[in-house]
């Protein structure tokens, strides 16, 4: 199987920086778009950045100018800068990619979830 495992989360002042992570693994063959989306308390999840296997972004326009998205392909993992944090930042931010994977010398593909990392800026 194919897991995303998300990190560095964590507790933030407004106008402070957090550098988040998500690693891919399993059986993985390649991966196509991956990208960062993120919940509020009370809200539904949205669209925060993705970027494409060839480096391709795209970014919601509330972010636009304050977060980074990048991935190593070589490490299947994908990255999110954040700075000039605000309140409104504040959510459950989860990591989702576009996997193909081989299982039993077949291939698959999957678009899948983590399990999300809390960010909270306050002061």
């Known amino acids: 199987q194919v897991h995303l495992v998300e990190s560095g989360g964590g507790l933030v002042q407004p106008g402070g920086s957090l550098r988040l992570s998500c690693a891919a693994s399993?059986?993985?063959?390649?991966?196509?778009?991956m990208g960062w989306y993120r919940q509020a308390p009370g809200k539904q999840r949205e669209l925060v950045a993705t970027?494409?296997?060839?480096?391709?972004?795209n970014y919601a326009d509330s972010v636009k100018g304050r977060f980074t998205i990048s991935r190593d392909n070589a490490e299947n993992t994908v990255y999110l800068q954040m700075n000039s944090l605000k309140s409104e930042d504040t959510a459950v931010y989860y990591c989702?990619?576009?996997?193909?994977?081989?299982?039993?010398?077949?291939?698959?593909?999957?678009?899948?979830w983590g399990k999300g990392t809390l960010v909270t800026v306050s002061s």
């Open positions: 989702n990619a576009d996997v193909n994977y081989i299982n039993s010398d077949q291939f698959y593909g999957i678009n899948i």
């Open positions: 970027v494409t296997s060839s480096g391709d972004t």
């Open positions: 399993g059986n993985i063959f390649s991966i196509n778009d």
